[in-house]
């Protein structure tokens, strides 16, 4: 088979951009340019002396009102939940649960086998002398 | 049996040569004019950049729409950062990576309203007036709108946008080796394909 000209030559190349979308790229880009140089509506409030003074302010009222007015409501939340009375009864119930007897092996009338292997658990036998 | 002759860039892993450090110096000069508000810098940095996004973007959309509302969004995006662009480290690589995203973004958007074949697509075109090397050039975008939109973008980014393996790694966000896989793959199949195209009996 005889080797075939080269049909796709280095001249091919991918199409260059529109002439005509040049105009349209650049006046969208200084559009945008323009509109990211005005800060945006929370920058402006951040920025705002102010709103941060007021910010501050409401901050100010909330700390001081949890101190002076959140006092008693602090000092009622210190209470145990659970009465004493009710504590003492439930450390009560408690003792005796953890006292209960438990079952145990040496108790009288009770013989406990562990035969691991069945042939081992046969009684040894004398009859045969030892070789 | 002989292969068929493809383009030179197929030939071979030729890349064009340019002095890359003074283009490289274009742009973050361009970069900093841009983040020190000086939108004249615009018209230099479009054409420094226009050409390689509307191709990465045609390329990986298939569409010349598609592909110029991608130029437009990057540059909008561009103009918007103001002065963060004066971090950028990697300007070229940087816009490359915004054309690749939004092309993405756009490709999605795309699918979900229609689903349109791109066989059609012009990924290549011959100079004007020479009426041979159109159908040619005709002949091989359909070959080359086969391949995936992966595969032909790392065909573009290292044949016509003059990137590294490292580059297109960055650019489309996976590691080099990936890249250089995806490239070796690209160019496997396009081969594969242009034997077919040649002679259809195998």
Redesign the interface.
């Known amino acids: ?18 002439p005509e ?2 105009q ?3 006046a ?3 559009a ?2 323009d ?3 005005e800060p945006d509506r929370w920058a402006r409030i951040w920025e705002s002396r102010p709103v941060r003074l007021a910010w501050a302010a409401s901050i100010g009222a909330l700390i001081f009102g949890h101190l002076v007015i959140g006092g008693p409501v602090g000092r009622r939340s210190a209470q145990p939940a659970i009465p004493l009375a009710a504590a003492v009864e439930t450390e009560h119930e408690l003792a005796e649960i953890v006292g209960l007897e438990r079952m145990t092996v040496d108790l009288p009338g009770w013989e406990v086998h562990i035969a691991r292997d069945p042939v081992q658990s046969e009684p040894l036998t004398t009859d045969e002398e030892p070789s | ?2 292969r ?7 030939e071979g892993d030729t890349v064009r040569s340019t002095s890359a450090g003074d283009t490289e110096n274009r742009w973050r000069g361009v970069f900093a004019e ?1 983040a020190d ?1 000086r ?1 004249s810098a ?2 230099e940095l ?1 054409d420094l950049a ?2 390689d ?3 990465l973007a ?2 990986r959309t298939g569409s ?1 729409e598609d ?2 509302d991608v ?2 969004d990057v ?8 002065v963060r662009l004066a971090k950028v480290r990697h300007p070229k690589r940087w816009l490359l990576t915004v054309t690749h995203r939004r092309s993405i973004d756009l490709v999605r958007q795309r699918r979900r309203r229609r689903a349109e074949p791109i066989e059609d697509a ?6 004007s007036g020479d009426p041979d ?1 159109g159908i ?2 005709g ?2 975008s359909r070959l080359i709108a086969r391949l995936s939109d992966k595969q032909r973008e790392v065909l ?1 980014l290292r044949h ?1 946008a003059d990137c590294t393996f490292a580059d297109i790694g960055r650019i489309t966000g996976v590691p080099t080796f990936t890249a250089a896989s995806r490239h070796r793959l690209a160019i496997s199949r396009l081969r594969r394909l242009l034997e077919v195209e ?1 002679d259809p009996s195998t």
Request: zero cysteines; a positive charge.
């Open positions: 088979m005889t080797r075939r000209p080269d049909p796709f030559p280095g001249v091919l190349a991918p199409p260059q951009a529109p979308l040049r349209r790229v650049i969208a880009a200084r945008a340019a509109g990211a140089d | 049996m002989t068929p002759a493809g383009p030179a860039w197929l841009l508000g939108l615009l018209d479009y226009a050409t996004v509307y191709r045609l390329w010349p592909a110029e130029v437009q540059f909008v995006r561009l103009a918007e950062q103001g012009p990924f290549l075109e011959a100079p090397r040619e050039a002949a091989l573009l016509f040649h």
